[in-house]
C-alpha cells in the first residue's frame, strides 16, 4: 500500500497500455506521458519501495479506455445512453456521471426522463448536459422503452426493481412517472372554450382579462377532473402545450421580446386557480403539508438555498482549474500590473479587459472564498469601475452588461412609462409619488431622465422604498463625508444632489464602503449597482425583491427557472418567480395589443 499507483482512463487510444510517472508530474498535468513500463523499471520501482525509498517512485497511468474492447453486451445501458450522445466525453467525465445517475436512482432507460439539467452538472458542462437531456427525452419517452431497459438492464438492476418494499413515503414517488406518463397525454379542452375566446387565439389575439379567466377555470376544470391533486409541474406542462398552440395570444411578451419561459404567467393563473377550487374542499392542515416535486427547491436547508442564491443565474460562478497557459504566479502578476495601471488615467482599455478576462479565476476564488468588499477593492480597483465589471459580468452570467439594459430600454422603455402613466391605476399613492415626479423633473426630457422616472414609478408600483436603493448627499459633497452608518449594507447609489433629475455625480456603496465615488451617468450608476449583486455573491433585499427581480427579468435577460436571489431573513417559503412581477408582465403583454 506504499506504493501510488495513478491510474488515468482516457478515450480512445490503445498505442500504449502503460507508462510510466509521478504523483506530482501526474498532478501538475493529468494528460502528461511519460516513458513506458519495462520489467526492468519494474524491478527497480521495486527494489525502491522495499528499502523504503519513496522519493520520485513513479506509478503507472493506463492510457486506454478499458470498456474500448467490451462487447456491447458486456456495456451498461448507462455507458451506451451517454456514449451515443457525447461521444468525446472524456472517460473520467464519463464514469463520475454515471455514478451519480446511479446514486440518484437512474436503473432504467425509462428514468433518463426524469434526469434535470442540474443532476448532470457534475460532471458536465452546460451546453452538454442540453444535449444528452435533449436526446434522452426524446428517445426514451415512449412506453416501449420501458421494456428495452428492463431487458438490457444488469441483473442487479433488475432485482432492485423487483423487490418489495413496505408502504411509506417514497411510495408516492414512485408512482409519479405513471402521473407523468398519463399527464403526456391530457388534452387541453378547447372545444369547451368560449367562442369569443377562441375567436381571439385563432386570430393570434391577445384575450382580455375577463376571457382568459373563463379560460383558466375550463382548463383547471377539465385538470382537477384527471386528478385531483394535480402539482405544479403538471400545471407547466399543460402551459407550456397552450402556449405552444397560440403563442401570440399567451406568449408573455414585451415588445416581441419573450420574458423568461414566455408561459410563467400562465403557469400562476393555473396554479392560483387550482389553489381557490381545493381551498372549499381541502382542510387546512392537509394542504399546508401537499407539496409537489417542483417545490423541493422551497423547502431546502437555508444554507443550502444560500448557495442557490449565490449562484442564482451565474453559468461560472465557481471555476474549479487555471486556464491552460496560466500559474498562480502569472495570475498574482496580473493582478499586481493591474492594480498599477488604474493609478494610470491613461491606461488601455483593451489591455484592461484581457487581464480581467485571463484573472476570471482568481477573483471567482476571492470572492468566493468569502474576501471582504473592502480587501476586493484594494486588490481589484478594476472590478468596481464599468469597465471591469462588464468583463467579469460577462464571463460569469454570459451576458453583456450595460449593452443588454440599453437594447432593452430602447424595446420596452417607452412601453413601461406609457403603462405607468397612462393605464397604472395603482393607489392614490402611486399617482401622488407620479405627481411628485412630474413636479421635480419640469420640463426636462432625455433618455436618462425616463430611466430614472421608470425606476423609481417601479419602486411605488412594488410599494418598494427608494431609500433602500437611493442615499442622497449634497452635491458638493466629498467621498469622505458621506455618512456610510446611514446608507444600507447592500449595494446603493448615492445620488450627489436633492433631486435625481438635476444630479450629474453617483457614488456606489457596498457592505459600506465606497467602492466607486465618480459616476457621472445614472444608467452606468444602475448598471454598476445591479451587477454587484452577481459579481460579489450579494443576495437581494427583500425590501426590493420585486423591483430587481422586474429589471433582472426584462431589463437584464437573466430568467433562471429555477431558484431565487432574495435574501430569506425568516425561513418564509418563496416561489421561483416572484408573483407580483408576473403579474405586471402579463399586464404589459395585454398592454401592447390595445
Known amino acids: 500500500d506504499k506504493a501510488t499507483i495513478l491510474i488515468q482512463v482516457c478515450g480512445g487510444s490503445t498505442a500504449a497500455r502503460y507508462c510510466e510517472i509521478t504523483r506530482s508530474e501526474f498532478e501538475a498535468d493529468p494528460n502528461a506521458c511519460g516513458p513506458p513500463r519495462t520489467p526492468e523499471r519494474y524491478d527497480t520501482a521495486v527494489a525502491d519501495l522495499q528499502a523504503e525509498n519513496h522519493q520520485g517512485v513513479r506509478g503507472i497511468k493506463v492510457a486506454f479506455l478499458l470498456q474500448c474492447n467490451m462487447s456491447d453486451s458486456e456495456r451498461t445501458f448507462l455507458d451506451v445512453a451517454i456514449m451515443e450522445v457525447l461521444p468525446e466525453l472524456p472517460a473520467v467525465n464519463k464514469n463520475i456521471l454515471e455514478e451519480h445517475l446511479q446514486s440518484i436512482g437512474v436503473e432504467t432507460y425509462d428514468d433518463l426522463r426524469f434526469v434535470t439539467e442540474a443532476d448532470l452538472m457534475t460532471a458536465l458542462r452546460p451546453v452538454q448536459a442540453r444535449k444528452l437531456l435533449s436526446v434522452w427525452k426524446r428517445n426514451?419517452?415512449?412506453?416501449?422503452?420501458?421494456s428495452l431497459s428492463s431487458v438490457e438492464a444488469s441483473p442487479t438492476q433488475l432485482l432492485s426493481s423487483l423487490s418489495v418494499s413496505p408502504p411509506s413515503s417514497s411510495s408516492?414517488?414512485?408512482?409519479?412517472?405513471?402521473?407523468?406518463?398519463q399527464w403526456e397525454n391530457f388534452e387541453i379542452p378547447w372545444t369547451k372554450i368560449p367562442e369569443e375566446v377562441m375567436h381571439s387565439l385563432e386570430r393570434g389575439k391577445r384575450p382580455g382579462p375577463k376571457q382568459r379567466r373563463q379560460m383558466i377555470r375550463i382548463v383547471v376544470s377539465e385538470m382537477m377532473e384527471k386528478c385531483p391533486h394535480v402539482g405544479k409541474k403538471?400545471?407547466?406542462?399543460?402551459a407550456k402545450k397552450m402556449v405552444a398552440k397560440y403563442p401570440k395570444s399567451l406568449q408573455d411578451v414585451i415588445e416581441g421580446d419573450i420574458v423568461g419561459t414566455g408561459y410563467h404567467s400562465l403557469v400562476k393563473q393555473l396554479q392560483n386557480r387550482i389553489e381557490n377550487v381545493r381551498r372549499t374542499s381541502t382542510p387546512k392542515i392537509r394542504k399546508r403539508k401537499h407539496q409537489t416535486d417542483s417545490d423541493l427547491t422551497d423547502e431546502s436547508p437555508l444554507e443550502e438555498r444560500a448557495t442557490m442564491q449565490d449562484t442564482y443565474g451565474c453559468i461560472k460562478w465557481n471555476v474549479k482549474f487555471l486556464p491552460l497557459e496560466e500559474t498562480q504566479q502569472s495570475q498574482q502578476q496580473k493582478m499586481e500590473k493591474l492594480k498599477v495601471m488604474f493609478q494610470h488615467s491613461d491606461a488601455n482599455p483593451e489591455e484592461v479587459k484581457r487581464l480581467m478576462k485571463s484573472t476570471f479565476y482568481t477573483q471567482r476564488q476571492h470572492v468566493n472564498q468569502g474576501k471582504s468588499i473592502k480587501s476586493l477593492r484594494e486588490e481589484w480597483p478594476f472590478w468596481f469601475d464599468e469597465l471591469g465589471m462588464s468583463v467579469h459580468f460577462k464571463e460569469l452570467t454570459g451576458i453583456d452588461l450595460k449593452e443588454t439594459f440599453t437594447r432593452n430600454l430602447d424595446l420596452k422603455g417607452k412601453r413601461l412609462l406609457d403603462y405607468m402613466t397612462t393605464v397604472c391605476g395603482k393607489s392614490n399613492k402611486f399617482l401622488q409619488n407620479y405627481a411628485r415626479l412630474q413636479r421635480l423633473r419640469g420640463p426636462q426630457s432625455g433618455c436618462s431622465d425616463d430611466v430614472v422616472e421608470m425606476i423609481?414609478?417601479?419602486?411605488?408600483?412594488?410599494?418598494?422604498?427608494?431609500?433602500?436603493?437611493?442615499?442622497?448627499?449634497?452635491?458638493?459633497?466629498l467621498a469622505e463625508e458621506v455618512q456610510l452608518e446611514q446608507v444600507p449594507l447592500t449595494p446603493t447609489l448615492i445620488v450627489c444632489g436633492q433631486s435625481f433629475y438635476s444630479s450629474t455625480r453617483y457614488m456606489l456603496s457596498l457592505d459600506r464602503n465606497l467602492t466607486n465615488t465618480n459616476i457621472s451617468s445614472f444608467i452606468s450608476a444602475l448598471c454598476l449597482m445591479f451587477g454587484s449583486y452577481y459579481c460579489f455573491n450579494i443576495h437581494y433585499p427583500s425590501e426590493l425583491a420585486s423591483t430587481l427581480e422586474f429589471l433582472q427579468r426584462c431589463f437584464f435577460l437573466i430568467n433562471p427557472e429555477k431558484g431565487t436571489k432574495v435574501e430569506n431573513k425568516n425561513s418564509k417559503r418563496r416561489l421561483n418567480v416572484n408573483p407580483r412581477v408576473l403579474t405586471l408582465i402579463q399586464e404589459l403583454s395585454d398592454h401592447e395589443w390595445r
Open 234 to 238: 403538471h400545471s407547466t406542462d399543460v
Open 456 to 477: 423609481l414609478l417601479l419602486l411605488s408600483y412594488f410599494d418598494e422604498k427608494e431609500e433602500s436603493m437611493f442615499f442622497h448627499v449634497e452635491d458638493t459633497c
Open 140 to 146: 426514451y419517452q415512449t412506453p416501449e422503452n420501458s
Open 172 to 181: 408516492t414517488s414512485s408512482s409519479s412517472p405513471r402521473l407523468d406518463t
